[in-house]
């Protein structure tokens, strides 16, 4: 019944999404920093402890208490949790508000705006990019996003899900996403700030926990995009990127749209950084490196155009896969 969850998690939060400071965030940023501050010794396997529990502790209560409902009251309300789960981890408008203004100010003629909208998103310098490389930046950042909002989400609840294990992959996904980044931004902070071996547990989990869904992704945006251009860019191109998941995303994006991307790095700019929200973004405050660019067209306007039919058109391919799995279960 995934497909059912999903679908309407989807219809809900486009209809009314999650504020940025919503109570379900605000209470998982709480628990992060509550179990960092009691189990984050300094230690490696105190690193390990603190993320097992940050992570795996929402997402155990997650699957307990679909596992709770789908026993004493049955699959339609174990149905409706998993789709409350979805509502709150997975979503396009988690991010795509910061996408839809920025392209509105390029259509419009307004660079200046553009580059405002784009510095107070990813807080970057961006007072001096050309119109060019502000379409190439805001195609990253948003493709990045949508990989984290939507695609690994989708992937770790479809896998575990039909594993019987409910929304625990969701939760697990995010929750993962999450602690990296924020304790990543705690440590920036002189209030207690996370160990060195809480954040290299921490990443080094995410990178484990994104493999498979960077690369479904990647697959997904091949098969909707120019599939011959995407999968070479991915072979070829993917290394160039300092991530090796996010390169695979983006160098597949880069052949699936015919788009020039990689180049020179945004640095963060001096200001608040507000990268410890729940909301995933392209991380542009962990000081990127430059990479070099991919082959491909100059990003114009249109290609905003070409990133968003392709996100959509993956997300119709998702849940085309899934109806058909779920009709075969039920036909079986």
């Known amino acids: 019944m995934s497909f059912f969850a999903i679908l309407f998690a989807l219809l809900i939060e486009q ?81 795509s508000h910061h996408f839809t203004a920025i392209r509105d100010a390029l259509e419009a003629g307004d ?70 980044r924020y304790w990543r931004h705690r440590s920036r902070m002189e209030v207690q700030p996370a160990s060195e071996a809480l954040q290299s547990a921490a990443a080094g989990a995410w990178k484990v926990v994104d493999w498979l869904p960077a690369r479904m992704t990647a697959m997904a945006f091949a098969v909707v995009g120019s599939f011959e251009e995407a999968i070479d860019s991915w072979r070829h191109f993917s290394a160039r990127f300092p991530d090796d998941n996010d390169g695979v995303v983006l160098a597949a994006t880069s052949g699936a749209v015919n788009v020039r991307l990689g ?31 991919t082959p491909g067209r100059e990003a114009e306007i249109a290609h905003l155009r070409s990133v968003v039919g392709l996100v959509w058109r993956s997300v119709v391919l998702w849940m085309v896969l899934l109806a058909l799995l779920t009709l075969a279960r039920l036909i079986g």
């Open 111 to 180: 660079e200046t705006r553009a580059r405002t909208l784009l510095a107070q998103w990813q807080r970057v310098d961006a007072s001096e990019l050309p119109r060019s490389e502000i379409v190439r930046h805001v195609i990253e950042y948003s493709v990045l996003a949508a990989h984290r909002h939507v695609f690994g989400v989708l992937a770790w609840f479809s896998i575990l899900a039909a594993l019987g294990f409910g929304p625990a992959g969701a939760v697990l996904y995010r929750m993962a996403e999450f602690v990296a």
């Open 263 to 293: 180049g020179e790095a945004l640095r963060p700019a001096f200001g608040p950084n507000t990268t410890g929200g729940f909301q995933a973004a392209g991380d542009s405050a962990a000081a990127p490196l430059d990479t070099d660019s």
């Open 15 to 95: 209809v009314r999404p999650l504020g940025p400071h919503n109570p379900i965030h605000s209470g998982l940023r709480v628990w992060a920093r509550w179990v960092s501050r009691n189990f984050d010794a300094g230690g490696p396997q105190h690193g390990w402890v603190t993320w097992l529990l940050a992570v795996a502790g929402p997402a155990v209560l997650a699957l307990a208490i679909h596992w709770a409902l789908l026993l004493w009251v049955g699959w339609p309300a174990a149905v409706v949790w998993s789709a409350v789960v979805l509502y709150a981890t997975l979503g396009f408008r988690q991010f």
